[in-house]
């Protein structure tokens, strides 16, 4: 009982039947402007080709949507994403100029920094029961200025090749950003369905009241996402800064705030809160990554991208609203009669 | 011609939600200068039909009709601008505007276009003159007590030059001289030819001010009648859905339970700031406690102290003889207590997620995040609980608020009994569902009782009140005023003890 | 007696005289009317965008798109200059564009019951490419007005200089404040930060009011962007990155609780001027870096929004009547 109709149905029940059918419109756009886009070649023992080229730039985008689907699934947001790269990178590059610490000390630096300010936006939001985009807000602007006071407002480079191996180091043919990645994946699907952790984040983000009747620790839960996005953004800092070699305070992850809650809602999470998908808020980061290199390929000057991205997040709110939903439906009923 | 005598008539009129029908064909007439008290329990349709009136919702069907001419408010600015001026229950304004601004709101008097504030604070305090209120109208309203709040919005609602004015629970918050300057205002406004709806559950404020009663059940109107004619028992009789037998009827006998034990569950004196006074109960192992009141007696806020939603401000809470200290309801669930919200909607069920995993949701909270249930036992749990509860659903992976109110409320019992807690506080376990779970629901009570849990009931049905209750603890304005036990609890008993 | 709504408020300037006067004794040439007057001048277009900010922020709502609209306005304005267009048909054609973006923000905001910061979020993201679109480079504006309002103000003794910029400001402020507190729109916009539901219930036009929130901020947001073209005589797309920050954080700053109800158009001005005065001490300490602005902002919103959360829930508990 595997024919494509019931494969489809299955797709759907989950929501992933949308967001794929999506990005293989994306990739048959690419295919039909750019026909070698697909292959694949192998030289050096790296697997070279336009699908992994992908995979590894959207590494940053994907790594924070899987972070930010939790963070969402409570009904919260998390905008210091950004700021966390930064400060995770700052910390990094200077620990790799100013000591010896190896290279696995000075990402565990890194990561423990991110930590450190997922745990200030949970207790703000969870402790103080701050608005999370207020929360999160703090860090977002501060965050940047603690980057740059860390680097004395330098872009300070680095060369250390085990830490770049993080950001362009290869692994049974694969980049290393890509492995991150699905090592975050495949760890968070662990951690979220063999704890109670992902029931929980789903009750407390559909109904929090309700939640708090049935004995589920709200706060705790709470705390704890925005730990992880702490955590997952500040990985992400560290690639992007493995991968240029240096700390750019100003300019790491710059906006990719926006380019992961956009692949969270594209995944088919609810601003709203509740049932979230790691995999698909993937797959949403793919999408995203893959429109921008579909602009490229086709030809559109790479200035209409942010232009495309907001005509693509009206639509898939819009899509996504209940309003817009009743207003198809009766429109379907209009045509139909 | 209806028109000569009434001035405001609604005919058929009908509000659904879905899965339910809020109002079914009710008809409702108020005459110029009466006051027309609304009555009913929790969800018999008085919040909706005020909502339809005043424009809040749309109407599904039937005639309205203000004055003689067809009313139909698609806003609340369209209903005012018809003559019909409410007081929401629930809402208090706005805090953050000053008195006067929330007087005004809309009608803001202005010069060269500005608002005249000075024109605006002394036109505000005209208006107070009348309620005798002497405050300064240029604080915000948050500033102020809620009684205070409480007139205010009465003040706005009057000064609107309404026709029709709505009043949903005025005097809850009000004190007894204010009850009597806001008596003495509805009064001028009657004497005015003014048409007031009034909603209320204090009774003897019905018999104090009103001309005529219509009573809601279940979205259905039971009858209009004159103040004068309606005997108080006969009124509670029509708003409990109950007639007074004249003779005491026996019931199934109550299985014997053993006195002396330490109770299961005891409040003693328990009083909360801003709620419930001197509270003393007891439940034993196997007996269920009744709660019976009118709507706003106190019965919900006796289960919320219970499971730590609300905390003590004197008195205590044992279990099994022991002061326990209970300030959340995971710190309750741990000394075995649970609660069966009122709210099921707002705090009982997780509607996005699936039967399955709202059954499992307290075990697992319970056992904590590092233990999750098993996937088999979970699908375990929830297969038996559809089986033994005849949960209505076509499997355990559909979302709960997809199911009908009976089937949701089996899910929150079923959640409870997967932790066998020893304590089930039930807050209207059975309202706004329907007659084949409510039975079903009734006899689960009673083998919850016989496997030795205590119980907690409070229900506004008499007659499901006394067919399980081993003692009935009847209250009213948040103070215990009766308890009846054993072969005294009958539906004429209880009945009395409310309406006295 | 202080009313205590007037507290924060009040915080604010007396920081900001604090700041100052450790400024003065400090550093030479602080302690000036010069100082304190180019606070207006430097950060005029930051206070005419915080001021609308205003408004959506005491509504209960955000908008996240004011830095990229000033970035295509002002985009915008350089370009069609240097094509030759009159600027009377210029700045009302600029202005219409933003005052219209904001209303359709609006229109998705209320008719879509979309959050407001997601819609603003993506306008963001539709004027920052907007802009990139019409120019990626800087187009720089050469006019002879532009010289002639640059040059314009009034010079009063110790080289203080009442510029245009701070003229222009103090305009839109008497405007704003007449708007916020002697017209019936700004009481709206107070009764929707206060409750929603009972706005609507005492019959506020929440549509019409929503719309215009948004469609003032985003004109606001492009007047600014004029004033901006004016303060470096050139248009740039990616000018103003990261600007709806520093507005968000003055109108904090400010005193305004941001989720609604509470605040002062009078306090974002001081909340703006403040964050003025923090970069102007950190210029003239030399030692200090400039990215300490952001922390020491950082920080002061962060202590604002805390101690907005500690002095309201007392009062949201004596304000609602228990069921």
Not at chain 1, 15 to 36: D, E, F, K, S, T
Not at chain 1, 288 to 312: D, E, M
Not at chain 3, 215 to 235: N, V
């Amino acid at each position: 009982m595997t024919g494509p109709k019931s494969i489809i149905s299955t797709l759907q029940r989950h929501g992933a039947l949308w967001p794929l059918v999506a990005l293989g419109l994306i990739w048959l756009v690419i295919i039909i402007v750019n026909p070698g886009f697909f292959a694949f070649t192998i030289q050096d023992g790296r697997v070279f080709g336009g699908v992994i080229d992908i995979f590894n730039r959207g590494a940053p985008v994907a790594l924070i949507a899987i972070g930010m689907s939790l963070v969402i699934a409570t009904g919260g947001i998390d905008l210091s994403v950004g700021a966390v790269m930064a400060i995770a990178g700052a910390v990094a590059a200077n620990l790799i100029v100013g000591t010896d610490l190896p290279a696995p000390l000075i990402i565990l630096a890194g990561l423990g920094a991110g930590l450190a300010a997922g745990l200030l936006n949970g207790t703000l939001v969870a402790g103080f029961g701050i608005q999370p985009i207020v929360a999160t807000l703090i860090l977002l602007v501060a965050g940047r200025g603690v980057a740059q006071l860390l680097n004395d407002g330098q872009i300070i480079t680095f060369q250390n090749e085990a830490f770049a191996f993080v950001g362009v180091g290869t692994l049974l043919g694969l980049p290393m950003p890509v492995w991150l990645v699905l090592f975050v994946l495949a760890a968070m699907l662990l951690i979220t369905r063999r704890t109670a952790l992902g029931l929980f984040v789903e009750a407390v983000g559909a109904n929090a009241s309700a939640s708090h009747y049935a004995g589920v620790p709200v706060r705790a839960i709470k705390l704890t996402v925005y730990a992880i996005a702490g955590l997952c953004a500040a990985l992400a800092g560290l690639v992007a800064t493995a991968d240029i070699q240096g700390a750019d305070a100003n300019n790491v992850g710059l906006w990719i705030e926006l380019d992961a809650i956009l692949a969270v809602v594209i995944g088919g999470t609810s601003l709203m809160g509740g049932r979230y998908s790691l995999v698909l808020a993937v797959v949403g980061a793919l999408i995203i990554q893959s429109l921008n290199t579909a602009v490229v390929l086709s030809g559109i000057p790479p200035k209409f991208n942010l232009v495309i991205k907001s005509a693509v997040i009206v639509a898939v709110l819009m899509l996504q609203s209940p309003v817009a939903q009743a207003q198809l439906a009766s429109l379907r009923r209009r045509f139909t009669a | 011609m209806t028109a000569a005598t009434s001035l405001l008539s609604l005919r058929g009129v009908r509000k659904e939600f879905p899965g339910v029908v809020a109002l079914d064909d009710v008809d409702f007439e108020v005459r110029p200068g009466e006051v027309h008290a609304l009555l009913g329990e929790n969800g018999a349709g008085k919040s909706t039909l005020i909502k339809v009136l005043t424009g809040v919702y749309p109407r599904d069907g039937g005639e309205m009709s203000l004055g003689g001419e067809t009313l139909s408010p698609q806003s609340v600015g369209e209903a005012q601008a018809a003559g019909i001026s409410t007081v929401y229950q629930e809402v208090n304004l706005l805090p953050n505007l000053s008195v006067a601004q929330n007087l005004l709101l809309g009608r803001e008097p202005r010069r060269f276009g500005l608002t005249d504030w000075k024109q605006m604070n002394a036109k505000a305090r005209e208006t107070l003159k009348r309620f005798r209120l002497d405050i300064d109208v240029t604080r915000p309203l948050g500033a102020f007590s809620v009684a205070i709040q409480q007139l205010v919005a009465i003040a706005r609602g009057v000064d609107q030059r309404a026709k029709i004015l709505v009043l949903d629970e005025p005097t809850a918050s009000l004190d007894a001289s204010e009850v009597e300057v806001l008596f003495d205002i509805l009064r001028d406004l009657r004497t005015a030819g003014l048409g007031v709806v009034f909603v209320t559950h204090f009774l003897d404020q019905v018999y104090a001010l009103s001309d005529r009663i219509t009573v809601l059940r279940n979205g259905r109107k039971i009858g209009t009648f004159e103040t004068a004619e309606l005997p108080r028992p006969k009124l509670v009789e029509h708003m409990l859905g109950y007639e007074l037998q004249g003779t005491a009827s026996s019931h199934a006998s109550r299985g014997t339970v053993t006195e002396g034990n330490d109770a299961a569950l005891e409040m003693d004196s328990a009083c909360v700031s801003g709620s419930v006074q001197e509270i003393s109960l007891a439940a034993q192992s196997g007996e269920a406690i009744g709660l019976a009141g009118l709507l706003g007696s106190g019965r919900t806020e006796v289960c919320r102290a219970l499971f730590g939603l609300d905390t003590l401000s004197s008195g205590r809470i044992r279990r099994n003889g022991r002061d326990v200290h209970i300030t959340s309801p995971r710190g309750a669930i741990a000394k075995g207590i649970a609660l069966c919200p009122e709210d099921r909607k707002a705090n009982g069920i997780v509607g996005e997620l699936s039967v399955r995993e709202n059954i499992a949701l307290a075990l697992q909270a319970r056992r904590g995040w590092w233990r999750p249930i098993p996937a088999r036992e979970k699908r375990a749990m929830a297969e038996k609980a559809i089986t033994d509860f005849k949960i209505a659903t076509p499997d355990a992976d559909k979302p709960v608020r997809l199911l009908s109110g009976g089937n949701q409320q089996k899910v929150i019992l079923a959640r409870w009994l997967a932790i066998a807690p020893d304590v089930l506080l039930l807050d209207e376990p059975t309202r706004g569902i329907d007659v084949g779970a409510h039975a079903e629901i009734l006899r689960l009570i009673h083998q919850l009782c016989e496997r030795g849990m205590a119980l907690i009931v409070t229900s506004s049905e008499l007659e499901e009140l006394v067919a399980f209750s081993h003692r009935v603890i009847v209250l009213r304005d948040f103070r215990q005023i009766a308890m009846i036990e054993g072969e005294d609890i009958t539906e004429d008993a209880v009945l009395q003890a409310i309406a006295s | 007696m202080i009313p205590a709504r007037h507290a924060p408020v009040l915080v604010t300037a007396g920081l900001f005289a604090a700041l100052f006067i450790l400024g003065a004794l400090q550093y030479d040439g602080f302690g000036t009317l010069r100082v304190f007057l180019n606070l207006f001048t430097d950060n005029a277009f930051l206070a005419v965008t915080a001021i609308g900010m205003t408004f959506v922020i005491l509504s209960g709502g955000i908008d996240l798109s004011v830095g990229a609209v000033i970035a295509f306005t002002g985009v915008l304005t350089a370009v069609l200059i240097q094509a030759g267009w009159p600027l009377w048909l210029v700045f009302p054609l600029v202005l219409v564009i933003g005052g219209t973006f904001g209303a359709g923000m609006g229109c998705l905001i209320h008719f879509y019951r979309l959050q407001p910061f997601i819609v603003t979020l993506a306008g963001m993201f539709l004027m920052r490419g907007l802009a990139v679109v019409v120019s990626e480079r800087s187009v720089p504006i050469e006019h002879s007005v532009y010289d002639a309002v640059n040059a314009a103000g009034v010079m009063l003794p110790g080289r203080a200089f009442i510029s245009a910029q701070a003229i222009m400001l103090v305009i839109v402020l008497a405007g704003a404040l007449i708007l916020a507190h002697y017209r019936r729109f700004g009481t709206y916009v107070y009764a929707m930060g206060g409750n929603a539901e009972s706005a609507r219930l005492m019959a506020v036009p929440v549509a019409r009011t929503t719309i215009g929130i948004y469609a003032l901020s985003s004109f606001l947001a492009a007047l600014a962007g004029i004033m901006f073209s004016f303060y470096t005589s050139s248009g740039y797309a990616l000018a103003a990155v990261g600007l709806e920050l520093d507005a968000i954080a003055a109108v904090v700053i400010g005193g305004t609780l941001l989720t609604g109800g509470y605040g002062y158009v009078i306090g974002t001005l001081v909340g703006v001027m403040l964050m003025g005065l923090v970069q102007t001490y950190i210029a003239f300490n030399g030692s200090l870096n400039s990215w300490w602005t952001k922390i020491v902002i950082g920080v002061l919103v962060l202590i604002f929004v805390c101690l907005q959360r500690i002095r309201i829930p007392t009062r949201a508990a004596t304000g609602s009547a228990r069921e």
